[in-house]
């Protein structure tokens, strides 16, 4: 049996496997047998067989923002009532799911979809993401990803923070 990939993690930071695993959610090589994704929440993270999984997606209009990386689909809630459907690329997914998982401030090329682009092509990258995923409060203000000047004045850092009160869930497919 093949190990599955572990997650994306940041490669701007050195920290050693243990604190790792702990802002992953838990080790990626502990994974149950029936396991289909990982599923992260505000609650924390859990492994869903697929049985679960179907049963689970029916739950959409539960969050404020669903990622669901099975289908590469995601549902965000505007107001009470009205959600707005998209679907992601690979790479998008890839880089916003980074971001989530981490919960820290990340420049984009720092990810593992921004490596392989210049800095420019990975801003534009997480732009096009963002704007499939979050909403927008103001002219340029969203309401999950923050912006945060990085030391280096050219080099702008992004960080997902959720609102008080609000529900997001990250679906993580288990490739083996």
Known sequence: ?????????P??????DEIARVLEGGAPYTIPREG???????????YLARRDYDAFVRK?????????GVRMKVFTRR??????KATLSPSEFVMISEYIV??????????QA????????????????????????????YRFFKLHPAMDSHKIAFEFVPPEGTTYCLIVPIHR
């Open 1 to 9: 049996m093949t190990q599955p990939k572990p997650l994306p993690r």
């Open 11 to 16: 490669v701007h930071q050195d920290v050693p």
């Open 36 to 46: 289909h994704c990982r599923v992260v929440t505000n609650d924390g993270a859990a």
């Open 60 to 68: 959409i209009p539960a969050y404020d923002l669903l990622i669901d």
């Open 79 to 84: 107001g009470c009532t009205m959600i707005r």
């Open 102 to 111: 981490t919960g820290q401030p990340i420049i984009p090329t720092h990810t």
């Open 114 to 141: 921004g490596r392989r682009r210049s800095p420019q092509a990975a801003r534009k990258l997480f732009e096009r993401a963002r704007r499939k995923v979050d909403t927008c409060t103001g002219r340029r203000t």
